[in-house]
């Protein structure tokens, strides 16, 4: 019966080895952290192109009754936390996993409806929900800068 030693430090590294494909490479060799920013650069805008189509459909009522006020400040409260992660704090980091698997929990059943109602404000939501999920899987990994040891 043969075994396999997965944790020996003479274990054959894929990466190093070239098995495996550049961007796998590039993104468990430290690159994560750049590949979430750009996700959650991406949703960020896409987020505000969502705020510009609710605002060119209306929404049903007065004016008075619709929270832009509330719209803004959430974005650019989000951003604020954007900009944590990219300074690699900690907590901002975990919560905006959090944040970004609460979104796809509860965004993502609501597309379809979404989709009747105006179809570009879906796809910009859509793809919004992509971004912010690949970001926190990314961000939920440990960083490559923390998990290297030494030998």
């Known amino acids: 019966m043969s075994t396999v030693n997965a944790y020996s430090r003479d274990a054959v590294n894929p990466i190093e080895t070239g098995a495996t ?59 604020l936390l954007y900009l944590c992660v990219a300074s690699r704090l900690q907590w901002a980091r ?8 609460a979104s796809v929990a509860f965004v ?4 379809a409806l979404q989709w009747q109602v105006f179809p570009a404000a879906a796809i910009a939501s859509g793809l919004a929900l992509v971004c ?17 040891v030494t030998a």
């Open 21 to 79: 494909p550049g961007w796998v490479a590039r993104l468990v060799g430290g690159d994560r952290h750049t590949a979430a920013l750009t996700s959650l650069g991406v949703a960020y805008a896409l987020s505000w192109v969502e705020l510009g189509l609710a605002l060119i459909i209306g929404l049903p009522g007065d004016s008075a009754s619709h929270p832009l006020a509330a719209s803004i400040v959430a974005r650019v409260l989000i951003g």
């Open 94 to 101: 975990w919560v905006t996993v959090a944040l970004g698997f």
């Open 108 to 111: 993502a059943p609501t597309l």
């Open 132 to 148: 912010r999920l690949c970001a926190s899987l990314f961000l939920l990994s440990p960083l490559q800068e923390h998990a290297r």
